[in-house]
């Protein structure tokens, strides 16, 4: 995504036809104002929002990842890419320019590796100190660092949500294993109410250079990703897609009492299709001390070969 638009209610204008017969304008016409003003009853209803999306060079590719089936997990921290996998899934993650990461998530299929789907943040916090409206703040990452054993790779991000919380996310991947399970650990730096917290979302990639059909004018006809089989669950988000399940799952159990989990909205497949997970709460929300530890725990993870897009119930948290 490389643009975002601002919609906003204005007054609505019309031209008249009619010449005007006096000063510096006659004979020119005339803007008359007419009909939807806004006024200070219905200003405030006015909402917009624009997503600024964080810019890279570029991700880098899969034939860079050089894992094979039988190798050791693996994870590596640098300045601005850190990568986090086993011998069936990988994450990898570079920082933009505004500190934030863009992921993205892969699958060895046989010998190769093809990328799923990519993420642009990894999750944001809706709060607000007491007599404020609550906004969303990204999580920013500063240091990373790693750990490799024998048969778990660990890989830690610390940085913070906006300027107000301290975080650090702790991602491991485990040998003979399709996912990787996430750990955050976050604190105020304030008194804050918590109103809300967003996992990271995930678009997920289409390829069509696979033998995908083509419409009369050359352009591929991109096939449907398989979402409908999967019955509602408060605590997943799937899709299914080149015989690959794919997604993130979560912890109903939080430090964050009052707040409900649901899934990323569901779109139209033929358009976009995006997994996540958020908890909001429509009370005050719970106030948050400095010093005071909020952990939430989730899982993304990458199955294949998959026969049915149920497989993804295999990898919900308790």
């Known amino acids: 995504l490389m643009a975002a638009a601002l919609l906003q209610r204005v007054i609505k204008t019309t031209v008249s036809t009619e010449p005007s017969g006096k000063g510096p304008n006659a004979g020119n016409a005339v803007n008359r104002g007419e009909t939807d003003?806004?006024?200070?009853?219905?200003?405030?209803?006015?909402?917009?929002?624009?997503?600024?999306?964080?810019?890279?060079?570029?991700?880098?590719?899969?034939?860079?990842?050089?894992?094979?089936?039988?190798?050791?997990?693996?994870?590596?921290?640098?300045?601005?890419?850190?990568?986090?996998?086993?011998?069936?899934?990988?994450?990898?993650?570079?920082?933009?320019?505004?500190?934030?990461?863009?992921?993205?998530?892969?699958?060895?299929?046989?010998?190769?590796?093809?990328?799923?789907a990519t993420g642009t943040s990894l999750g944001s916090v809706l709060s607000a100190e007491e007599g404020q409206?609550?906004?969303?703040?990204?999580?920013?990452?500063?240091?990373?660092r790693a750990t490799n054993e024998k048969d778990l790779a660990s890989l830690i991000l610390s940085g913070t949500y906006g300027n107000r919380w301290r975080a650090e996310i702790t991602f491991d991947a485990r040998r003979n294993s399709s996912a990787i399970n996430v750990h955050i650990k976050m604190s105020p730096l304030?008194?804050?109410?918590?109103?809300?917290?967003?996992?990271?979302?995930?678009?997920?990639?289409?390829?069509?250079?696979?033998?995908?059909?083509?419409?009369?004018?050359?352009?591929?006809?991109?096939?449907?990703?398989?979402?409908?089989?999967?019955?509602?669950?408060?605590?997943?988000?799937?899709?299914?897609?080149d015989s690959v399940t794919f997604g993130i799952t979560w912890s109903a159990i939080s430090s964050l009492n009052g707040l409900e989990w649901s899934p990323a909205l569901e779109q139209d497949p033929q358009i976009i299709t995006i997994l996540g997970g958020s908890a909001l709460t429509s009370t005050a929300g719970s106030l948050i001390l400095p010093g005071a530890i909020i952990e939430i725990n989730y899982r993304i993870f990458a199955y294949a070969p998959s026969l049915t897009i149920k497989d993804a119930y295999k990898f919900i948290q308790p």
């Open 190 to 241: 304030r008194a804050l109410r918590c109103k809300g917290f967003k996992l990271p979302e995930m678009l997920v990639d289409r390829d069509s250079r696979t033998g995908a059909a083509l419409r009369a004018d050359g352009s591929p006809i991109l096939m449907d990703n398989e979402l409908s089989s999967l019955p509602e669950s408060k605590q997943l988000s799937a899709v299914r897609k």
């Open 37 to 116: 003003s806004i006024s200070a009853q219905n200003a405030g209803s006015i909402q917009s929002a624009i997503t600024v999306v964080p810019r890279v060079s570029r991700m880098p590719s899969d034939a860079a990842i050089g894992i094979k089936a039988g190798d050791a997990p693996n994870a590596i921290a640098g300045t601005n890419l850190a990568t986090i996998s086993n011998d069936l899934v990988c994450l990898r993650m570079i920082r933009s320019d505004r500190k934030q990461p863009v992921f993205s998530l892969s699958v060895r299929k046989g010998a190769e590796w093809s990328a799923l």
């Open 133 to 144: 409206n609550p906004w969303w703040e990204s999580f920013r990452w500063n240091l990373a």
